[in-house]
T-cell receptor
């Protein structure tokens, strides 16, 4: 099983809809999880951090399911500007390590 | 969030030459920085961890003699791709951890350097 797995998509979603996608991780000892947003040919930008059961920031909600080892990202009232690739990341080992990224989920919001 | 810069943003070089990429934390001190590489349609892959004042830690499969890392100050890490070849063409991105907020696990990325070796 790969360390961090994501459905690559693309997810084609009409503007205003709610969309959710998951990220599964293999290391059951992981304590922190991150969602990054990456636009084409740009660097990843931190969207949300998850250290316990979940986190919410405006239209974005991240939830952690430790039993099934996945985190989800929910986007409500999607905007055209939400179109991007969403990367899930988990620390590679202990807290001082770099991140292991999934391949990303490509989201396209359609007008 | 913390601000990380990289220079240059884009570089084209000939095969066999060396290229240096700088990564700076602009508004905070970073004892640890990370270097990643991203090939087209692939995810970011961690190359190495850069530690201020000590040797870098390289991931398995990354040649330390080819990718030289220097972290001489708390705000600057450099990656030098030595004797570059076309297969080294990639998007190189650095990140740094900002400890000021108490949560030391969050990493902030620089804008990346697109390297093309001809």
């Amino acid at each position: 099983r790969k360390e961090v797995e994501q459905d690559p998509g693309p997810f084609n979603v009409p503007e205003g809809a709610t969309v959710a996608f998951n990220c599964t991780y293999s290391n059951s000892a992981s304590q922190s999880f991150f969602w990054y947003r990456q636009d084409c040919r740009k660097e990843p930008k931190l969207l949300m951090s998850v250290y316990s059961s979940g986190n919410e920031d405006g239209r974005f909600t991240a939830q952690l399911n430790r039993a099934s080892q996945y985190i989800s990202l929910l986007i409500r009232d999607s905007k055209l500007s939400d179109s991007a690739t969403y990367l899930c990341a988990v620390p590679s080992g202990g807290g001082a390590d770099g991140l292991t990224f999934g391949k990303g989920t490509h989201l396209i919001i359609q007008p | 969030g913390a601000v990380v810069s990289q220079h240059p943003s884009r570089v084209i070089c000939k095969s066999g030459t060396s290229v240096k990429i700088e990564c700076r934390s602009l508004d905070f001190q970073a004892t640890t920085m990370f270097w990643y590489r991203q090939f087209p349609k692939q995810s970011l892959m961690l190359m190495a961890t850069s530690n201020e004042g000590s040797k870098a830690t390289y991931e398995q499969g990354v040649e330390k003699d080819k990718f030289l890392i220097n972290h001489a100050s708390l705000t600057l890490s450099t990656l030098t791709v030595t004797s570059a070849h076309p297969e080294d063409s990639s998007f190189y991105i650095c990140s740094a951890r900002d400890f000021r907020g108490g949560l030391a696990y969050e990493q902030y990325f620089g804008p990346g350097t697109r390297l093309t070796v001809t």
